[in-house]
């Protein structure tokens, strides 16, 4: 009895250390995967790069740490000046590069995980291209060899990581808050028809020539790209896109007599008609449309007007 009850507990004991572990793998892997709003460096690529150059450049004039120093050609404050424009230029074209990819594009769910490997590889690039602007500023040296390498790259992880960070840590809460799923039950406010509305609208666009035509049932959501606008449509078992010359805001404005169209995000509207789940909290929502693969943002500002007319009662 004793020895069939010390396996018992030995078994009994690999088995739960064996169900901790996955439930902790489970666990670590589902919070790298939440969803995260992306970084406002990753989200502006030109005021998010000077913003990190000028944060590296004070940083390194007023501490001059990592033993920095003059370049042969220049000061001490124009090296450093050299520096952060090679640092800004890296930086720009790293995240217009990673933007382009399809899993770090804009229109994918960025979730925490993409927050961090993204940063990392962009600081990782930019440090590649400060290693090889020192060969053009630096005293001539033996500079390749991997310690000048990780040199760089340590350098301008150090000071290039303060501002990254600086701007994921505001998001803080979403690191915390749990997400909630509104599933759609037709809860849409009874001023939106269950039917199909056939109803015509035309939005007009800055160019004279240029206008859309659709119906108002056609229009599934649009996007703002710059000066452009992205209408993605549902024809003929299809969703097309039609891009017009116009900004979403006066866009919204000229859709604002069709309450199912409702700005959620500073870069799109969406139809509430064809919203089929939700997924978020407080903090901010993920929408699936029906027959559209990708989520539309609902940002913070705008969860209010959106459970409001989407999920009435919601107090979450």
């Not at 439930?23 to 995260?36: G, I, P």
């Not at 382009?100 to 995980?113: E, G, H, M, V």
């Amino acid at each position: 009895m004793g020895r069939r009850h010390r396996r018992y507990r030995h078994a009994k004991a690999r088995y739960y250390m064996a169900h901790t572990k996955e439930n902790w793998f489970y666990q670590t892997v589902n919070w790298f995967n939440r969803e995260y709003p992306r970084n406002f460096i990753i989200s502006n690529p030109f005021k998010g790069s000077l913003i990190v150059a000028a944060t590296g450049f004070i940083f390194m004039i007023l501490y001059r740490p990592l033993g920095t120093h003059a370049s042969r050609y220049f000061s001490f404050e124009i090296t450093m000046a050299c520096y952060a424009l090679v640092m800004a230029i890296a930086l720009m074209a790293a995240i217009v590069v990673i933007r382009y990819t399809r899993f770090y594009s804009p229109k994918s769910a960025w979730t925490i995980y993409k927050e961090l490997t993204s940063i990392s590889m962009i600081l990782l690039i930019a440090g590649l291209a400060i290693y090889f602007a020192a060969f053009i500023l630096e005293e001539p040296a033996d500079r390749w060899n991997l310690a000048t390498l990780t040199g760089s790259l340590r350098s301008t992880f150090l000071v290039g990581a303060i501002p990254f960070l600086f701007f994921t840590a505001a998001h803080y809460q979403y690191w915390l808050g749990e997400p909630v799923t509104v599933k759609h039950r037709g809860q849409v406010a009874t001023l939106l028809s269950k039917h199909i509305d056939s109803t015509r609208i035309t939005i007009r666009s800055q160019l004279k020539k240029e206008h859309l035509e659709c119906a108002i049932d056609e229009l599934l959501y649009a996007e703002s790209d710059f000066n452009y606008v992205v209408f993605y449509l549902y024809r003929k078992g299809r969703v097309k896109k039609k891009v017009l010359r116009n900004t979403i805001h006066q866009v919204a404005s000229q859709l604002s007599a069709f309450p199912q169209i409702l700005r959620i995000h500073r870069g799109f509207l969406v139809n509430l008609q064809k919203v089929e789940t939700a997924t978020g909290n407080r903090l901010g929502y993920r929408l699936r449309l029906l027959g559209v693969t990708n989520e539309i943002p609902v940002s913070r500002s705008y969860v209010p007007v959106f459970l409001k007319k989407y999920h009435p009662g919601s107090t979450d």
